[in-house]
C-alpha cells in the first residue's frame, strides 16, 4: 500500500508540477534543487524544456453517416440494418495461478471470466470473421416522433462492405479489492508513452507495467495493429460501479465509516490521478456506462435505496466520466422483474434519469425499443467460463469462434466440458 501511495504520490506532484510548469518557467527551480559543492543550496542550471509528447492523433468516426462518395481509406461502405452482435467481458485474468488456486473465488471466477490467453483468441476469431467494433451509443438515437413523443430509433449503419459490427461492453471495470490477490490488474495507469497500461503484480509480487495482461489495452493494442477491426474508432463501453472507485483508484467515499480528513485527501489524490486516464481512454474510443453504485438489484430493491444509489453514481461516479445514457444491469437481474412485457415504476425512474439503452444479460443479442417509454432494451452475449463449458457454446457463440480453440483448458481448474 505505501507503494502505491509513494507512486500516486509521485505521479501527482508530477502532474502538478507539468501544469506549473506550462505557463512559468522562472520560478520552476523549487523541483531541480540540490546542494552544490561548496554545500550551499544552488538552483539548477534551468533544464531543456521538455516537448509534452503529442500523442498519437486518433480518428473517431461516425458509422450512422455514409463516408464522402461512399469510400473512405480505399474502403467501400455499405448500408447495414441487421443484427448488431453484443459480447461482454469482465476484467480478464492475467495469471491464472492466482486465479485458480483453489479459495473460496475460484469457481466464481471460472463461471464468470476468460483468461488473458483466451480473450486474446477471441479477438482474433471475431476479427477474422469480418466483425468490427461499433459503439453501443451509435445503434441507437433518440428523435421525436410525429405526435411529438421521445422515441429511440434504430440507426442505420455505414459498415466497410461485407463486414457486421459488434459492440463490446466491459462489466465492472473497477479492480475490486477482491480481484488484486487473483490474478488480475490492480488498475490502469499510462506507461511511458503515454497509452493505457496496466499495472499489477505477478505471482512472484513483483510490480507489472503491461498492455497484455487487462482486456482495455489489450484492445488497444489489437486496434493499432488491424485498424480494420475497428474502422470508427469504437472500442468498447465501461461498465463501471463506483462502491470501490473505478478503474483501480479508490474514488468513492464511504459513509460507513467515520470519515476523516486524511481518507478524504487521499480519495482527492485518486479522483485526481484517474482524470488523465479517463481522458485518454475517452480520446481512443472507449465510452462509459453506469452499472450501478453498488451493484444492485434492481429487480428487488426498494424504489428508495435504488434512487439513492444512482444518485450516488451520479455524485461519484458520473462526475468524473461523464453523462451517459447506458445502464447495464448487475447480475443481470431485469428492473421491476421484467423489463421486456412491462414498463414498472423502476424502468420509468431509470429512464427519468438519462439511461436509454438498458442492457440486461441473454443468450442471444436481442434488442428491443420500447413503444411506451423511449428507451432500448438490449441482452449481451457473455465469453465466459459458464458459456465456454457449455453444450450450447456452438449454437450460440458459433458466430464468433470455435470454442475449441479457445478455451485454455490448461489454466482453468479441470470442471469438464458439456461439448464434443
Ligand atoms: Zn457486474
Known amino acids: 500500500m505505501k507503494k502505491i501511495t509513494a507512486l500516486l504520490l509521485a505521479l501527482i506532484l508530477l502532474i502538478s508540477l507539468a501544469a506549473c510548469g506550462a505557463g512559468n518557467n522562472s520560478g520552476g527551480n523549487n523541483a531541480g534543487n540540490h546542494t552544490g559543492e561548496n554545500g550551499q543550496d544552488e538552483p539548477s542550471p534551468?533544464?531543456?524544456?521538455?516537448?509534452?509528447?503529442?500523442?498519437?492523433?486518433?480518428?473517431?468516426?461516425?458509422?450512422?453517416?455514409?463516408?464522402?462518395?461512399?469510400?473512405?481509406?480505399?474502403?467501400?461502405?455499405?448500408?447495414?440494418?441487421?443484427?448488431?452482435?453484443?459480447?461482454?467481458?469482465?476484467?480478464?485474468i492475467a495469471y491464472p495461478e492466482l486465479a485458480f488456486d483453489g479459495d473460496s473465488q475460484e469457481k466464481g471466477l471460472d463461471d464468470y471470466?476468460?483468461?488473458?490467453?483466451?480473450?486474446?483468441?477471441?479477438?482474433?476469431?471475431?476479427?477474422e470473421r469480418g466483425y468490427v467494433l461499433v459503439d453501443i451509443a451509435d445503434v441507437w438515437s433518440e428523435t421525436t416522433d410525429e405526435n411529438g413523443n421521445a422515441v429511440m430509433v434504430r440507426n442505420t449503419l455505414y459498415l466497410p462492405e461485407g463486414k457486421k459490427p459488434l459492440i463490446l461492453s466491459y462489466d465492472d471495470t473497477n479492480y475490486y479489492e477482491y480481484m488484486l490477490e487473483n490474478g488480475f490488474a490492480y488498475k490502469l495507469i499510462l506507461d511511458e508513452d503515454g497509452k493505457i497500461a496496466s499495472w499489477g503484480k505477478d505471482p512472484q509480487g513483483n510490480e507489472v507495467v503491461s498492455r497484455d495482461l487487462d482486456a482495455i489495452p489489450m484492445l488497444d493494442k489489437f486496434v493499432?495493429?488491424?485498424?480494420?477491426?475497428?474502422?470508427?474508432?469504437?472500442?468498447?463501453?465501461?461498465?463501471?460501479?463506483?462502491?470501490?472507485?473505478?478503474?483501480?483508484?479508490?474514488?468513492?467515499?464511504?459513509?460507513?465509516?467515520?470519515?476523516?480528513?486524511?481518507?478524504?485527501?487521499?480519495?482527492?489524490?485518486?479522483?485526481?490521478?484517474?482524470?488523465p486516464i479517463i481522458a485518454e481512454l475517452k480520446r481512443t474510443g472507449w465510452t462509459f456506462g453506469s452499472h450501478t453504485f453498488g451493484h444492485i438489484r434492481l429487480g428487488t430493491l426498494s424504489m428508495e435505496k435504488i434512487q439513492r444509489d444512482t444518485q450516488r453514481w451520479f455524485d461519484e461516479v458520473g462526475s468524473l466520466v461523464g453523462p451517459t445514457n447506458v445502464l447495464f444491469y448487475p447480475h443481470g437481474e431485469r428492473p421491476d422483474g421484467d423489463d421486456w412485457k412491462q414498463t414498472g415504476p423502476v424502468f420509468q425512474y431509470l429512464q427519468s434519469q438519462g439511461f436509454r439503452i438498458l442492457c440486461s444479460v441473454g443468450i442471444e443479442s436481442f434488442s428491443a425499443i420500447k413503444?411506451?417509454?423511449?428507451?432500448?432494451?438490449?441482452?449481451?452475449?457473455?465469453?465466459?467460463?459458464?458459456?465456454?463449458?457449455?453444450?450450447?457454446?456452438?449454437?450460440?457463440?458459433?458466430?464468433?469462434?470455435?470454442?475449441?480453440?479457445?478455451?485454455?483448458?490448461?489454466?482453468?481448474?479441470?470442471?469438464?466440458?458439456?461439448?464434443?
Open 113 to 127: 471470466m476468460v483468461t488473458a490467453t483466451e480473450f486474446s483468441r477471441i479477438l482474433e476469431s471475431v476479427y
Open 46 to 92: 534551468e533544464p531543456e524544456p521538455e516537448p509534452e509528447p503529442e500523442p498519437e492523433p486518433y480518428h473517431i468516426y461516425d458509422p450512422t453517416v455514409m463516408p464522402e462518395g461512399g469510400v473512405r481509406d480505399g474502403v467501400a461502405y455499405t448500408a447495414y440494418d441487421g443484427i448488431v452482435e453484443h459480447l461482454f467481458f469482465h476484467p480478464v
Open 371 to 420: 413503444k411506451d417509454i423511449c428507451a432500448v432494451i438490449c441482452d449481451r452475449l457473455h465469453p465466459d467460463g459458464t458459456t465456454l463449458r457449455s453444450k450450447y457454446v456452438d449454437q450460440r457463440y458459433g458466430q464468433f469462434y470455435d470454442v475449441r480453440e479457445i478455451i485454455d483448458l490448461d489454466a482453468r481448474p479441470d470442471y469438464g466440458v458439456n461439448w464434443q
Open 224 to 275: 493499432e495493429e488491424h485498424p480494420d477491426f475497428s474502422p470508427f474508432g469504437a472500442k468498447a463501453c465501461l461498465s463501471v460501479t463506483g462502491y470501490e472507485g473505478i478503474l483501480g483508484y479508490r474514488t468513492q467515499t464511504d459513509s460507513t465509516i467515520e470519515w476523516t480528513d486524511e481518507m478524504e485527501a487521499f480519495r482527492q489524490s485518486e479522483i485526481e490521478a484517474v482524470k
